[in-house]
């Protein structure tokens, strides 16, 4: 099995803002700024698209194929099915969840999260930066599992609103699990980096305007909006969608 695989999922069929996984973001499509900050986690193996049969995502795959990168197509309401397929398929011994709609993913939160899951193994099946408390921005989400654990979850949950998302059966069932979790010393849960809504798109336009190509990080975003703070006044009034 590869070690560590880093599974990210894309669809263009986002209820909010369709499409929103090939949207321009600094002259190049949103999906490709995310794979190009992921891929300089050093502890990363290999990335793999885990996107859907519908003709819709025929772009993602053809992008996919202009960069060289791995994809996976299965279900696209069944999340979990999609995901537990494409680790299988690509014999992933760890999986990180990164998704597609977080362009700041931060590279060396991805390696902490990762290091941390590494030191623990074989005695842990989960660590994540957003369960059992979110303190990062939403938007660095990162998760890392070993495949059992995702196997488990593709096994034993039942509940089809929660086969839409890939952990929520770690998260309602945290006895089963042996979890750990990596926290920031400072609460700034409260920052939206994710983006779902147009206003979240500008906000991320915002960044990477300011930053141009340059190879920034999340910190350098940190010292932006302490420096700017009207820009968080951007999206400041959007809500995550409830699962």
């Excluded at 945290?174 to 609460?187: L, T």
């Excluded at 809504?197 to 940190?222: A, K, P, R």
């Amino acid at each position: 099995m590869n070690d560590v695989i880093a599974i990210v999922q894309a669809r263009m069929g986002s209820t909010r803002l369709p499409g929103k996984v090939l949207l321009d973001l600094a002259g190049k499509p949103m999906l490709v700024r995310d794979m190009e900050r992921i891929q300089r986690a050093k502890k990363i193996d290999d990335v793999v698209i885990a996107t859907t049969i519908k003709p819709a995502d025929d772009k993602i795959i053809s992008l996919c194929r202009d960069y060289g990168w791995n994809f996976f197509r299965g279900s696209e309401n069944d999340l979990l099915d999609r995901y537990f397929q494409a680790a299988r398929e690509h014999h992933a011994k760890t999986i990180v969840r990164i998704t597609s709609d977080c362009p700041l993913i931060e590279p060396s939160i991805v390696d902490q999260l990762i290091e941390k899951f590494s030191a623990l193994d074989p005695n842990i099946d989960y660590v994540s930066n957003i369960f059992p408390l979110r303190t990062y921005p939403r938007g660095l989400d990162t998760e890392v599992m070993n495949f059992s654990a995702l196997e488990r979850c593709w096994k034993e949950e039942t509940n089809l609103a929660y086969r839409e998302h890939v952990t929520p059966y770690i998260y309602h069932n945290p006895d089963k699990f042996r979890i750990s979790e990596v926290n920031n010393e400072r609460d700034l849960s409260s920052m939206r980096w994710t983006v779902d809504t147009l206003e979240d798109f500008e906000f991320v336009g915002q960044i990477y305007h300011h930053f141009g190509e340059n190879v920034f990080s999340w910190i350098d975003i940190l010292d932006l909006l302490q420096k700017h703070p009207e820009l968080l006044e951007i999206n400041k009034e959007i809500t995550q969608k409830a699962i």
